[in-house]
């Protein structure tokens, strides 16, 4: 036969699923013989049942209440419904994964108007007992009988009223005994019946009752929200109740073993004298902090910061109590687990592993990656988040916490920069407006999703970003935007929460980032545990620095195309896309020539003899062409040919699906001229770096290759180059590609037998397995989303059984053909955890990663061989 | 030891690997006892022994060559070097592949002063001889000494000027006799030794120089343009001489056992009476036709004529035959299979089953799906098309030859169609332009490549067209183009090679296609014996007439959205795609859904219970709207909206890559309106069709399905739909989807548990798998093909080992959890040969093409079977 009630006793910590979270822990506190008022639980399994019997209590489980019931009695030597000495309970849910404040508590059971009577002696008395009657009346009504308590609230503000009273406290015992009375005829009108004397009862009502809340409407979306098990079911708790309210050496509180918001080794709590647990909540009185105790109950104190460690080191993690102490007696509630911010759980993590309460290890998955991200970037006060309402909301690109002016122009974020914070707002972004996010805190766009060009740039930049807006109307003529109707204006200020994609008006404080030594300690702990290699994307020197600054162990993404769109630059490289003859193309790419260079030096320089893997031009060239008739007019007048061949030729080049047209290594292919002058600046800047005695680990890698004859005819010219460049041995680089076509995962053997390295394209190849442009795509995913077709962004988290099956097939492929191949990633999913785990667990080489993400790729790589 | 020569009786027609297709005729014609000059054949393997060798002949080899000669000595009763009767050589190259006019030949061997002098009888004898002899020195020195022939042929000419001469046969005898003399002195002039006297040596020279012949320049190229293997070697024929231009009753001809333009089965050819073969190929003569041999020499026609018919009951094919007539003897040089049109060779390969002479397999298998391609449409002169050089040339996009008019607008078609033919000339081309493409005979565009939508719409209506034709500008305001320095304007004619993407100025005359009974009877015998089902791809009515028409077996694609590009439907899903609030969109689908209802009804009436697959809405909507600013002001007013607005509105509907955006069943996902008003039309069309004793077979398809969710969404719908329009069961129908998605093949078991039919979208397919967008793709796949990267259009025929390979993994997985489920392709590919080859060896159960591609695929379904 199945035990459907456990004396607390009887159970312990480990039994959560059967006693309910609070259930275990108050059996555990029982057990190592703490002060936790006595009680017993009745079990999941009895909650299971009673739906089974179509919500009633059968009669195994009544019977094993009262049993429990009678013990209970026995143990705390009080009786319930004896007037002499009556037994009080409270009755309260714990279901085996918190939900808190979702299902219904009863307090105070066991009072009838006898016993009210006998307990009534003194003014005190009597205010206390009615003031505890009424609320159980109201209380039944409401949990049990599912009435409104509106009316009983009422009958409590006539008589504030009348009494001018401010607090319950200032009622007379009188006027308590008066609004218990009218809450019991109040009672009998709403519900149609008497109040229940009978204290069992009420009692296995009351069971009921909270059984029943296990399926009420916020319980079950909060478990819908949570992925909760609709299955799992809730204990019940009965207790006897202890009364912080019930004199003057009675108090209430709340403790953490450890500070929440910073993780300091602290007792840290507050309480309320002669007040009920419930008040605290409330906020109807401000509480005194713990260390008030101290002075003025310091054996209390003492006892409580005893039994906080005792808790700590028993359950190895921060504690978050409850206790109440009546009449100088304390008595402990519940203790778990306690929530904390992303600080504060760092701190503790190290901190216990510090001490050998835990292991390293456990550290390392006790913090999560979400926490690292939080303590990458400025966040908002909780205060200031609470009290402002966004203005919209967009999709969380990048994180980060800025506010700005906003300006929508690039040049007139140049313009203002140096003056205040500015916000770029654009309809969608270009590669032209890289300069502006330099400069500005934050980008705002209307357009594009979480890996839009936009986003991608912002988080390469460590850039606040919110994307996708769309409730936004921007008009560039007029430079306004507007949200309804609200209009602004460019110069108004704005606030973005890039980690929730809220937008505020005006400036929002903000709290800086806390990146303590304990952040090291542990991503140095990651890093002793992993095996997958993490690298960076980084463009320029100084992003390679930040990047190595976090722990990369190379550049595993250099876009060369993003060293082009600074001013100079791009006035060259568009007098190459521009040229009409073969003379003039390959001047402009001889004034290329030394400019690559010069930046391929300072990243060998920066790198300082780490891998640098460097990506030859990739994009469709009418990228680097400008858009605007300005820009137009004056690079025509630079290049000496009318505004309208200009943009004859500019319209030329303008392609349908450019994501799948003239883009990548097939530039080089068409014009091998590119790749010539790329390698001559890799290898020269190799070699010019490497006589300074700075080891150079150059390795050439080649986008877009779905065929083995590309990478062949590629190769061929880059080593031919190298021949014109250095001697052979000189200096030591390897060729490889990028595998972001879905055919480059197919025909992987015959490709890797050309290639050194293979680098998985993750965002193209997401792209491409889908059919989804991810500047297109956020027209229709979030209908995915909400119909539940997608559970994910695959553009985010790696999908797994479509993607990622090509790149298992892909490096099944590559290895067999060529064992000694270097295999990584280096889309936007070697930064995010679930993705990192993926990749890790297919064995590669590394990921590479947005320098703001490297903490988190190192993690994520040290729980994926800990979670194994 | 190898044998390295071979008499011509020791050989036969099956050992063309080793004597060549020349030796091994030769030898089977000697051995069926007809007349041929006797001789030997130095194989393919002395040629390879021969480069082994460094180039020379090593002692085996000659060995054997003496040998040979001897017994061809005894044979023949003439001896080489022998003055009395010498016995005269010709030397010819023959390799297993044909590889016409590109080694050499030597004739004449054996002459040397003394011989000449011996035969010198009478003037015709000496002139005879001695043009016979400075031939051969001649030929000597060009071929075996690699001198310039040039200086020889001013000899000749030289004498003929002297004596005022118009051919050879004016010089006279002493004329003849210095000009050998003469070259003889030019001969050591030239070579700086004297002309080798020594017959023996003359032939192993020769015999060295033909093998050399094998890797000259033009040969080399050949190969490489033919794909031949360089591995092959030449065989060399030594062959006793016959002259056809000894005595007047002597002729050399040509002649074909079948009329080689039509198949006509009759003796066709032509010869000239006192030449050497030679003659014929220079055209120096006019030759008759070989009928007046029947009245001037019916003993040598007779002859003929039975030798003809014997080779070609031996050799079971079309012959063509080189013959030699000496003082009255008949000699038969050479035989092979002939070549032919493909009329020609339809007509042939049916007559010869017909008659028994070949199996109807085997006449399947001669007829090349090219023959059915070039039989399909109308042709242009091949005199025409010698005389008129091109223009320009762009991609051969849709077969046919036309002439017409060119305009630069649809409007302008449709306007001056009906006067003359017009072709449209666009610089690329969108679904507005199918109204003129309807009327129009052919169209031309700048942009797109052979499977852009200007070349696929023009394949289903069997329009000639050429794209890509990148070197012509179009000036669409002036109503001009221009190619270099030639511009035509509006009204003016030019012509379209649709076969090969050549652009003429003004008319060309053209034949007329000649689809005869035989047609008719090779399809009868190809659908017996296919194995896979061919449908069609079609979308109104009237072409799937013109499908069924040409043996489609049902429609595998019908594109809805090409039912609404018509005038007045257009209108209506433009309301519907531009409507602000739902109702509006409600309200635009309800106008369409009785336009679409009576599509569908005629659709179904003109299947008459033939399967019916119909695709739901594909193309992104921005293809719907009116891009020109006249086409939006006249929406904008019959919307009752501002230009401005409409503007803004068509701008947000834009998207950077739009194949992979908001397109396929993502509409239907984000607005499933959509798909209710296309199932409730499809559902009621074919209840009423059904109800006048119709049977109907719909099947209804979704686009661009890479997840089970999706299709899991929209069947619901789709199923909730049906039961609001036919009762159940009252009309049967599929759902399924179309594969074209590279995550769609992989996720193909989890889809194929919900889809009744797969049907692989191959363009998408190729599109998404190799990362190009068809319409881009044209602006580098040219440097593809050429850097030899590429060795065919994958848009054309299907790339097994990428495209293929993932068609292959999603049969197995579908069919593993779907055992039932059909599966078909609809992509461009399903008119190909190869592919559907490659579709039928997978199991696929039918492809679908083009109706004009229907006959192709037919006969390639049998060629599958047939080669396995």
Redesign the interface.
Same mark, same amino acid.
């Given at each position: 036969m199945k035990k459907y009630v456990y004396l607390f006793n009887e159970g312990n910590k480990d039994m959560r699923d059967l006693l309910g979270g609070k259930g275990a822990n108050l059996a555990e506190m029982c057990n190592m013989g703490l002060p936790v008022p006595l009680g017993f639980t009745v079990t999941t399994e009895a909650c299971k049942q009673y739906y089974q019997d179509n919500e009633e209590l059968n009669e195994d489980i009544k019977t094993e209440i009262l049993i429990a019931l009678k013990k209970l009695e026995s143990e705390v030597g009080k009786k319930i419904g004896d007037p002499e000495n009556p037994l009080l309970l409270s009755v309260r849910s714990g279901s085996p994964v918190s939900m808190p404040g979702m299902m219904d508590t009863i307090l105070n059971l066991g009072l009838n108007d006898q016993i009210a009577k006998k307990l009534s002696k003194d003014e005190d008395s009597i205010r206390f007992i009615y003031d505890s009657y009424r609320r159980l009346i109201m209380m039944f009504a409401d949990v049990v009988k599912g009435k409104d308590k509106d009316k009983f609230e009422k009958i409590l503000e006539k008589y504030k009223e009348k009494r001018n009273a401010k607090t319950d406290l200032d009622l007379t015992a009188e006027d308590m005994y008066n609004i218990a009375m009218e809450s019991k005829e109040a009672y009998k009108e709403i519900v149609g019946e008497d109040f229940p004397e009978e204290p069992r009862t009420q009692l296995l009502e009351s069971i009921k009752a909270v059984f029943r809340s296990w399926n009420n409407k916020r319980a079950k979306v909060y478990r819908e929200m949570n992925n909760i098990s609709d299955a799992l079911g809730t204990a019940v708790n009965v207790q006897m109740m202890v009364y912080g309210n019930l004199s003057e050496d009675s108090l209430t509180g709340v403790a953490f073993s450890r500070n929440p918001a910073t993780g300091e080794d602290v007792l840290y709590g507050e309480f309320l004298e002669k007040a009920q647990g419930e008040d605290i909540v409330a906020g109807v009185r401000t509480p005194k902090p713990v260390e008030v105790l101290e002075r003025n109950a310091p054996h209390i104190y003492k006892e409580l910061k005893d039994i906080s460690q005792l808790l700590e080191y028993h359950y190895k993690d921060m504690q978050d109590m409850e206790f109440t102490v009546e009449k100088g007696k304390l008595y402990m509630l519940q203790t778990r687990n306690g929530k904390r911010t992303s600080m504060a759980n760092l701190n503790i993590a190290v901190g216990m592993a510090g001490s050998g309460l835990i292991t390293k290890e456990e550290a390392l998955l006790r913090v999560s990656t979400k926490d690292l991200d939080n303590l990458m970037h400025k966040t908002f006060e909780e205060k200031a988040l609470k009290e402002e309402k966004p203005l919209t909301k967009g999709l969380p690109a990048s994180p980060g916490a800025v506010s700005g002016r906003i300006y929508f122009t690039e040049a007139d974020i140049v313009k203002n920069y140096k003056d205040s914070d500015t916000i770029l707002v654009r309809e969608e972004t270009s590669p032209e407006d890289i300069e502006g996010m330099k400069y500005a805190v934050g980008l705002l766009t209307v357009r594009g999703g979480m890996t839009s060009h936009a986003a991608v740039v912002a988080r390469g930049l460590g850039r606040c970003c919110i994307s996708g807006c769309s409730e936004i109307t921007v008009n560039a003529a007029k430079k306004t935007l507007t949200i309804g109707d609200i209009t602004l204006t460019e110069g108004d200020y704005i606030s973005l929460d890039g980690s929730t994609g809220n937008v505020y008006e005006g400036v929002l404080p903000t709290t800086d980032p806390k990146i303590t030594g304990n952040f090291e300690t542990l991503l140095n702990w990651a890093k002793d545990v992993k095996k997958i290699g993490v690298r960076a994307n980084a463009d320029l020197a100084k992003d390679a620095l930040v990047a190595f600054n976090f722990g990369a162990e190379g550049i595993g993404l250099c876009r060369t195309e993003h060293m082009f769109f600074e001013e100079n630059k791009i006035f060259a490289i568009r007098k190459m896309i521009l040229a009409e003859t073969e003379e003039e193309k390959e001047k402009a790419l001889n004034d290329l020539l030394p400019i690559q260079t010069k930046d391929f030096e300072e990243l060998f320089k920066a790198a300082n003899g780490k891998i640098l893997t460097i990506r030859y031009l990739d994009p469709p060239l009418h990228e680097f062409l400008p858009k605007k008739e300005e820009d137009i007019k004056k690079l025509a007048g630079s290049l000496n040919v009318t505004i309208k061949s200009l943009k004859e030729k500019i319209e030329s080049l303008k *392609?349908?699906?450019?994501?799948?047209?003239?883009r990548g290594s /097939?530039l080089d292919?068409?014009y091998p001229g590119l790749a010539i002058m790329q390698t001559k600046a890799i290898l020269t800047a190799a070699k010019n770096i490497q006589s300074q005695g700075i080891e150079v680990k150059p390795e050439i890698m080649l986008p877009?290759i779905?065929?083995p004859?590309?990478l062949k005819?590629l190769k061929n010219i880059i080593e031919k180059t190298a021949k014109d460049v250095i001697k052979s041995g000189e200096v030591s680089y390897k060729i490889g590609t990028m595998i972001?076509?879905? /055919?480059g995962t197919?025909?992987s053997a015959e490709i890797a037998k050309e290639a050194d390295f293979f680098s998985f394209g993750t965002n193209?190849l997401t *792209?491409?397995?889908?059919?989804?442009?991810r500047? !297109?795509?956020s027209?229709?995913l979030n !209908?995915?989303y909400q119909?539940?077709?997608?559970k994910f962004d695959p553009f985010k988290t790696i !999908?797994k059984?479509?993607?990622g /099956?090509?790149i298992e097939v892909s490096i099944t492929l590559a290895k067999r053909a060529n064992p000694s191949i270097e295999l990584g990633v280096c889309g936007e999913h070697g930064g995010d955890e679930e993705s990192v785990k993926f990749f890790s667990k297919l064995g590669l080489d590394y990921v590479s990663c947005s320098p703001y993400r490297v903490p988190i790729a190192i993690l994520s790589a040290a729980k994926a061989v800990l979670e194994k």
């Amino acid at each position: 036969m199945k035990k459907y009630v456990y004396l607390f006793n009887e159970g312990n910590k480990d039994m959560r699923d059967l006693l309910g979270g609070k259930g275990a822990n108050l059996a555990e506190m029982c057990n190592m013989g703490l002060p936790v008022p006595l009680g017993f639980t009745v079990t999941t399994e009895a909650c299971k049942q009673y739906y089974q019997d179509n919500e009633e209590l059968n009669e195994d489980i009544k019977t094993e209440i009262l049993i429990a019931l009678k013990k209970l009695e026995s143990e705390v030597g009080k009786k319930i419904g004896d007037p002499e000495n009556p037994l009080l309970l409270s009755v309260r849910s714990g279901s085996p994964v918190s939900m808190p404040g979702m299902m219904d508590t009863i307090l105070n059971l066991g009072l009838n108007d006898q016993i009210a009577k006998k307990l009534s002696k003194d003014e005190d008395s009597i205010r206390f007992i009615y003031d505890s009657y009424r609320r159980l009346i109201m209380m039944f009504a409401d949990v049990v009988k599912g009435k409104d308590k509106d009316k009983f609230e009422k009958i409590l503000e006539k008589y504030k009223e009348k009494r001018n009273a401010k607090t319950d406290l200032d009622l007379t015992a009188e006027d308590m005994y008066n609004i218990a009375m009218e809450s019991k005829e109040a009672y009998k009108e709403i519900v149609g019946e008497d109040f229940p004397e009978e204290p069992r009862t009420q009692l296995l009502e009351s069971i009921k009752a909270v059984f029943r809340s296990w399926n009420n409407k916020r319980a079950k979306v909060y478990r819908e929200m949570n992925n909760i098990s609709d299955a799992l079911g809730t204990a019940v708790n009965v207790q006897m109740m202890v009364y912080g309210n019930l004199s003057e050496d009675s108090l209430t509180g709340v403790a953490f073993s450890r500070n929440p918001a910073t993780g300091e080794d602290v007792l840290y709590g507050e309480f309320l004298e002669k007040a009920q647990g419930e008040d605290i909540v409330a906020g109807v009185r401000t509480p005194k902090p713990v260390e008030v105790l101290e002075r003025n109950a310091p054996h209390i104190y003492k006892e409580l910061k005893d039994i906080s460690q005792l808790l700590e080191y028993h359950y190895k993690d921060m504690q978050d109590m409850e206790f109440t102490v009546e009449k100088g007696k304390l008595y402990m509630l519940q203790t778990r687990n306690g929530k904390r911010t992303s600080m504060a759980n760092l701190n503790i993590a190290v901190g216990m592993a510090g001490s050998g309460l835990i292991t390293k290890e456990e550290a390392l998955l006790r913090v999560s990656t979400k926490d690292l991200d939080n303590l990458m970037h400025k966040t908002f006060e909780e205060k200031a988040l609470k009290e402002e309402k966004p203005l919209t909301k967009g999709l969380p690109a990048s994180p980060g916490a800025v506010s700005g002016r906003i300006y929508f122009t690039e040049a007139d974020i140049v313009k203002n920069y140096k003056d205040s914070d500015t916000i770029l707002v654009r309809e969608e972004t270009s590669p032209e407006d890289i300069e502006g996010m330099k400069y500005a805190v934050g980008l705002l766009t209307v357009r594009g999703g979480m890996t839009s060009h936009a986003a991608v740039v912002a988080r390469g930049l460590g850039r606040c970003c919110i994307s996708g807006c769309s409730e936004i109307t921007v008009n560039a003529a007029k430079k306004t935007l507007t949200i309804g109707d609200i209009t602004l204006t460019e110069g108004d200020y704005i606030s973005l929460d890039g980690s929730t994609g809220n937008v505020y008006e005006g400036v929002l404080p903000t709290t800086d980032p806390k990146i303590t030594g304990n952040f090291e300690t542990l991503l140095n702990w990651a890093k002793d545990v992993k095996k997958i290699g993490v690298r960076a994307n980084a463009d320029l020197a100084k992003d390679a620095l930040v990047a190595f600054n976090f722990g990369a162990e190379g550049i595993g993404l250099c876009r060369t195309e993003h060293m082009f769109f600074e001013e100079n630059k791009i006035f060259a490289i568009r007098k190459m896309i521009l040229a009409e003859t073969e003379e003039e193309k390959e001047k402009a790419l001889n004034d290329l020539l030394p400019i690559q260079t010069k930046d391929f030096e300072e990243l060998f320089k920066a790198a300082n003899g780490k891998i640098l893997t460097i990506r030859y031009l990739d994009p469709p060239l009418h990228e680097f062409l400008p858009k605007k008739e300005e820009d137009i007019k004056k690079l025509a007048g630079s290049l000496n040919v009318t505004i309208k061949s200009l943009k004859e030729k500019i319209e030329s080049l303008k *392609q349908f699906n450019p994501m799948m047209g003239l883009r990548g290594s /097939r530039l080089d292919i068409t014009y091998p001229g590119l790749a010539i002058m790329q390698t001559k600046a890799i290898l020269t800047a190799a070699k010019n770096i490497q006589s300074q005695g700075i080891e150079v680990k150059p390795e050439i890698m080649l986008p877009l290759i779905g065929d083995p004859n590309e990478l062949k005819y590629l190769k061929n010219i880059i080593e031919k180059t190298a021949k014109d460049v250095i001697k052979s041995g000189e200096v030591s680089y390897k060729i490889g590609t990028m595998i972001e076509i879905p /055919r480059g995962t197919i025909l992987s053997a015959e490709i890797a037998k050309e290639a050194d390295f293979f680098s998985f394209g993750t965002n193209d190849l997401t *792209q491409m397995t889908f059919g989804f442009s991810r500047d !297109d795509a956020s027209s229709f995913l979030n !209908d995915y989303y909400q119909k539940g077709i997608l559970k994910f962004d695959p553009f985010k988290t790696i !999908d797994k059984e479509g993607v990622g /099956r090509l790149i298992e097939v892909s490096i099944t492929l590559a290895k067999r053909a060529n064992p000694s191949i270097e295999l990584g990633v280096c889309g936007e999913h070697g930064g995010d955890e679930e993705s990192v785990k993926f990749f890790s667990k297919l064995g590669l080489d590394y990921v590479s990663c947005s320098p703001y993400r490297v903490p988190i790729a190192i993690l994520s790589a040290a729980k994926a061989v800990l979670e194994k």
